[in-house]
């Protein structure tokens, strides 16, 4: 074989391994963290006002796991307060595995939720609140098992 052929070889070579990228590039799905990005962006420093205000409470909020449950906590400051929001449990690697739960807390500041419905994973979990016309947010990361 000559060097002519030699270098025809390696040229259907590399425009086949650079088919096969393209291809493989094409079919890998991307999970974004929202839909609509761009319009919360902008309401960022709605979310950076809320947890510095978080982080000036008493305590950071608790997230615990037993055998049927997950339980959180909120600190001292939202005992026997009306609070309303949310909780998100945030998969990275699996959008499937999002939870967006609303906040129905007692009057200790606790919610229990059944771990039946989640899967195991790492989570990373977002409360978003309100009290006292108060805005506050906190994120937590949390391995369910």
């Known amino acids: ?9 390696v ?10 990228l393209a291809y493989r590039a094409t079919s890998v799905h991307i999970d974004l963290v929202e839909n609509d990005y761009y319009k919360n962006e902008l ?12 982080n000036s409470l008493s305590s950071k909020i608790i997230i615990t796991q037993d ?3 997950i339980n959180f906590q909120l600190p001292e ?7 309303k929001g949310t909780v998100w449990f945030y998969c990275a690697s699996d ?22 419905n989640f899967l195991p994973g790492n989570y990373t979990v977002k409360f978003d609140w309100e009290s006292n016309q ?9 391995s369910i098992l």
């Open 11 to 20: 040229f259907i070579a590399f425009a086949g391994w650079m088919g096969y």
């Open 95 to 116: 959008e499937k595995k999002d939870r967006h739960i609303k906040l129905t807390l007692n009057e200790n500041a606790m919610q229990q939720l059944d771990i039946k």
């Open 77 to 83: 400051e939202m005992k026997n307060t009306i609070v």
């Open 67 to 69: 055998k049927d449950h």
């Open 43 to 54: 309401k960022y420093q709605d979310v950076i006002d809320a947890n510095n205000r978080t």
């Open 134 to 142: 108060k805005k506050y947010y906190e994120e937590e990361t949390f």
């Open 1 to 9: 074989m000559n060097w002519g052929n030699k270098l025809i070889l």
